[in-house]
């Protein structure tokens, strides 16, 4: 590692700019004349890496064709289902016409811009911040940088459709490039000769980039490449273990659903020191932070969002709701599937890993408990539906609407709808039929024909297929109902019983919350805690616990601790950071364990290994 020596080489070359040229930057320029791309399409992006120190990228659009008046559009959302409004990044927005003179822009909406200039070729310019870490996000610093291009670069509606190409300018020296699908790879010096051409900016914006320095690593299964990128400490990491995992649950996955629906895909993953967390799902790759914290007691972290973001290779990304097309990036995106495109993904991640033999069969089912146990606690599960949760997704970034008595989430709910379907399809097929043929029909039906499915009326249609039987009461009263789970009339086909025990357990005196994998942050103080009493406030981030990166499991990892321990927190809030001590004091809860039946049969038995490792069961009743 050489970065101090180079943070000093960096702030001399700063000085020299600062006094000889009027910016502290010198992008390459883009006019009408500049060297056309190799199959110039409607629309050609040129993104300019000169100003990494200020997180500055320069965009340049060339329309090459147009009329009068040309809009041009910035998504409001794009990864996360919230309104973000990416226009906000934008500064200095300009265009130059064929000739080479200045045209007008209007800004007519937040996210809308009009350019009206001569018949022809138009060259629309800005400048965009871009320092937001993780795979929901886009990045450009001293260190590297990574695109989701939804957030950098504006579309022309009218052009949507068409092809466009993408270039980058400027790319220091030392850094290569590797991205999901459209720019491929390349090593320094060279990134700039690749020119990445999509069939239209849909396609464009689900495979973002990596430029930078970073590990790489790739194998060869079923027929396909699969490359791993890292960026990250190698000393926080095992490349060959990761390569291992990563075969284990690929291999898994396609022999799962009996079908590869590409020839590369690409395992894109940051380390970060610190707070990192979270996977967006790709067409042909994903992209995954995880906190280099979290490594140091093994791979698991990594592969159960791994085994997730790689099935939704099919669950979203092939097998689609039409809720979700087409795409509106100009607002929010109602849709009732995602309990099934999330939830049930979850399901599918978590047996994947149990099928790859990375989880045991006693680790499954404490994973089902746990989901078990959550909805549960959740007094919203008896007034938010699976389907509710869904259409909320967009509030999700509100504090309040996460607390227990507002919501539920569609990601466990959905996770647990999708055992029960599991179930239910093999019960009445006596174990012939399961959640695997479910997704092989909808692959099948929908996926490959590129259709999209009916969001819960399509999925409610693939279980009757398979299995010939009614759903409709289990998607009323589960799915767009808010009816109580009878667990164990589900569960009794497996031999299993779901107990329920109430416990007392440690709390540091507040609940949190945090997304797949995310940051902590508090919704709710319980009354007379220490927390309390020491300001703690709903809100407020949890950033470290004992001096560890806290994470999604913070609540989980303290009921684990004995009522008593002392714990030092660091908290983070608009007011700054503070650390506090505190004691753990005891709370009351239920929690759901799922136990043998009395008298278990070894067909339960057998009938529940089927289940875990997602394998149908030979001799079945059809
Ligand atoms: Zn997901």
Not at 592 to 608: C, I, M, N
Request: aromatic fraction near 10%; proline fraction near 5%; include cysteine.
């Amino acid at each position: 590692m050489n970065r101090p020596r180079t943070a000093l080489l960096a702030s001399s070359i700063i000085i020299v700019l600062l006094v000889f040229a009027p910016r502290a930057f010198a992008a390459t320029p883009v006019t009408c004349a500049s060297p056309a791309s190799a199959q110039p399409a409607p629309t050609e992006y040129f993104v300019s890496l000169a100003d990494p120190a200020k997180h500055l990228a320069h965009v340049s659009i060339r329309l090459r064709d147009g009329d009068g008046v040309r809009t041009l559009e910035m998504p409001v959302w794009n990864a996360l289902y919230q309104v973000r409004n990416f226009a906000a990044d934008i500064e200095d927005v300009r265009a130059q016409d064929a000739a080479g003179n200045v045209v007008t822009v209007f800004n007519r909406k937040t996210s809308e811009w009009e350019i009206s200039a001569p018949p022809g070729c138009v060259v629309v310019s800005y400048d965009i911040h871009l320092d937001s870490a993780g795979p929901f996000g886009s990045t450009l610093n001293a260190e590297h940088a990574f695109f989701n291009w939804a957030m950098a670069l504006m579309y022309s509606p009218a052009l949507r459709s068409q092809t466009v190409s993408l270039r980058l300018l400027d790319v220091p020296a030392t850094w290569e490039l590797r991205d999901l699908h459209i720019l491929g790879a390349a090593t320094p010096g060279k990134v700039e000769q690749n020119i990445g051409i999509a069939h239209n900016y849909d396609e464009l914006v689900d495979s973002p980039a990596e430029v930078g320095i970073f590990q790489q690593s790739a194998f060869q299964q079923d027929g396909a490449t699969y490359h791993i990128v890292v960026h990250g400490n190698p000393a926080d990491y095992d490349m060959a273990k990761l390569d291992g995992v990563l075969k284990k649950i690929t291999h898994a996955a396609v022999d799962w659903m009996q079908d590869r629906p590409y020839e590369e895909y690409t395992f894109l993953y940051h380390f970060p020191a610190g707070y990192g967390g979270g996977g967006m799902e790709h067409a042909y790759g994903t992209a995954i932070d995880v906190s280099a914290d979290h490594l140091r007691d093994g791979l698991m972290p990594v592969a159960s969002v791994t085994a997730h973001e790689f099935f939704h290779l099919w669950n979203v990304k092939r097998i689609r709701p039409q809720s979700l097309e087409p795409v509106d990036y100009e607002g929010e995106q109602d849709t009732r599937a995602l309990w099934f495109s999330e939830g049930v993904t979850s399901t599918v991640g978590d047996m994947l890993l149990a099928r790859s033999g990375l989880i045991d069969e006693r680790e499954y089912l404490q994973r089902v408990s746990e989901e078990i146990t959550e909805l549960q606690r959740r007094p919203a599960r008896r007034w938010q539906s699976a389907e509710e949760s869904s259409l909320d997704a967009w509030f999700e970034g509100i504090t309040f609407y996460r607390s227990p008595e507002r919501s539920i989430s569609y990601y466990n709910k959905g996770e647990i709808l999708g055992i029960l379907l599991d179930l239910r399809i093999r019960q009445l097929t006596n174990g012939a039929k399961s959640l695997r043929d479910l997704f092989q029909w909808m692959n099948q039906h929908y996926a490959r024909q590129h259709r999209f499915f009916a969001d819960s009326a399509g999925v409610e249609e693939a279980a009757e297929a398979v299995t010939g039987q009614s759903f409709s009461d289990f998607f009323r009263d589960y799915v767009a109902g808010v009816k109580e789970i009878p667990y164990d009339d589900y569960f009794q086909f497996v031999g299993l019983h779901a107990r329920v025990n109430t416990t007392q357990y440690a709390t540091a005196g507040f609940t949190t919350k945090g997304n797949l994998g995310g940051q902590p942050e508090v919704v709710r103080i319980d009354p007379n805690s220490d927390a309390q009493r020491l300001g703690i406030l709903v809100g407020d981030h949890v950033t470290k616990v004992n001096g560890k990166a806290a994470d999604a499991s913070l609540d989980e990892e303290m009921s684990r601790l004995q009522p008593g321990t002392a714990i030092r927190l660091e908290l983070e809030n608009r007011r700054g950071k503070r650390e506090v001590e505190l004691r753990l004091t005891a709370r009351e809860e239920q929690s759901y364990e799922l136990d043998d039946v009395a008298g278990v049969t070894p067909q339960q038995r057998s009938h529940r290994s089927a289940w875990i490792h997602g394998d149908d069961e030979a001799g079945g009743v059809h």
